[in-house]
């Protein structure tokens, strides 16, 4: 799921590619496909349950936000372009071959072993 998929608001479970089937951990994220749901995004939050794909998106900033992120930039395949941490008050400049953006609290990326090449899918 992600080339040519129509993405509203919403929820849905992450799914990461390569790691043990065995032993999966489930990743909620929150889908904000709206402009309004994408310009609110985490401001004004202390923090994140998981992650939120803002979609379509090329950069974000951190203007306004409480704490640290975790940025992943995907392309149409949802496969990671770019990895970043910012801190806030940061203006993270556009990926052009990104279509996506995944945002999750400082530390949580390198947790689920998210770096580039990494291929995700998102079940709703």
């Known amino acids: ?3 040519d998929r129509q993405w509203r608001n919403g929820t849905g479970v992450l799914r990461i590619s390569g790691r043990d089937a ?3 951990v489930p990743v909620p ?4 496909a709206s402009y ?3 310009r609110r ?4 939050r202390d923090g994140i349950e998981g992650a939120i794909l803002l979609t379509p998106c090329n950069s974000v900033h951190t203007f306004r936000m409480r ?3 975790d940025v992943a930039y995907l392309n149409r395949g949802l496969r990671i ?3 970043h941490t910012m801190k806030p008050g940061r203006f993270g400049r556009p990926r052009l071959r990104a279509r996506h953006v995944l945002e999750a609290e400082a530390g949580a990326m390198a947790a689920w072993g998210l770096r580039p090449g990494v291929r995700l899918a998102i079940d709703v």
């Open 1 to 3: 799921m992600g080339r």
């Open 22 to 24: 065995s032993a999966p």
């Open 29 to 32: 994220v929150e889908i904000a």
């Open 36 to 38: 309004g749901a994408r």
């Open 41 to 44: 995004g985490l401001l004004g």
């Open 67 to 69: 704490f640290s992120i």
């Open 81 to 83: 372009v770019d990895v």
